[in-house]
């Protein structure tokens, strides 16, 4: 089974601060994504990359930067974390952009910006 | 309009029944259908996806699209309160989009 593994569960970071979520998958795959979880919004894509090096913006990128040096790990960057950054991250990766196999999802990280 | 759109629930089911879950979807051009299910807190989980009109089958879970109709659907049969959770309908063209989810519960 794939794995893709996010390094923290839980954590609280202050406002300002800059924070990295770490995201590593270990079936070789090329596609990688990031994504929020808010209640009545659902999963909104944050950035996107299908290749080493290479990052898309999804639909809401604004106060994040994402970074993809090897093809395993994908990191996401709240330069300055605000209040309304706090939310559950999931970070998915799939063999396919999604057309045929669907996306496999880490745990999650519950961010709480205070 | 929202791209993928679910009713949001909470759906209630007796342990035993029917749980009827839909899907409708506004690109025509969408090639693949997913059904994720996600427990509280934890991360959703593919559990179905269907490609072709029709009914795909895998256990108590029954997928069913309608392309001309733009919907797809989830039927899980003898319900089990391990059954209740959040499912998430993803339609795909290039990348997936998720729908926000119907909370299902089924009731002992």
């Known amino acids: 089974d794939v794995k893709v593994t996010q390094s923290s569960r839980y954590l609280v970071k202050r406002t300002g601060e800059k924070v990295f979520l770490e995201c590593v998958q270990d079936m070789d795959h090329e596609n990688m994504f990031w994504y929020r979880q808010d209640p009545g919004l659902g999963l909104r894509l944050i950035y996107f990359?299908?290749?080493?090096?290479?990052?898309e913006k999804g639909d809401i990128p604004e106060g994040y930067s994402v970074s993809r040096e090897k093809k395993e790990r994908f990191s996401l960057i709240l330069e300055s974390a605000s209040t309304n950054q706090t939310s559950m991250y999931l970070c998915a990766s799939s063999l396919s952009p999604g057309t045929f196999y669907g996306y496999t999802f880490g745990s999650g990280t519950r961010l709480t910006v205070v | 309009q929202k791209e993928v759109e679910q009713n949001s629930g909470p759906l209630s089911v007796p342990e035993g029944a029917i749980a009827s879950l839909n899907c409708t979807y506004s690109?025509?051009?969408?090639?693949?259908f997913f059904w994720y299910r996600q427990y509280s807190g934890k991360s959703p989980e593919l559990i179905m996806f269907i490609y072709s009109n029709g009914d795909k089958e895998d256990g108590r879970f029954t997928a069913q699209l309608n392309k001309a109709s733009q919907y797809v659907s989830l039927l899980i049969r003898d319900s089990q309160p391990s059954d209740s959770a959040t499912y998430l309908c993803a339609v795909s063209n290039e990348k997936l989009t998720f729908g926000t989810g119907t909370r299902l519960t089924i009731i002992p």
């Open positions: 990359s299908y290749d080493v090096k290479m990052k």
């Open positions: 690109d025509r051009g969408s090639q693949s």
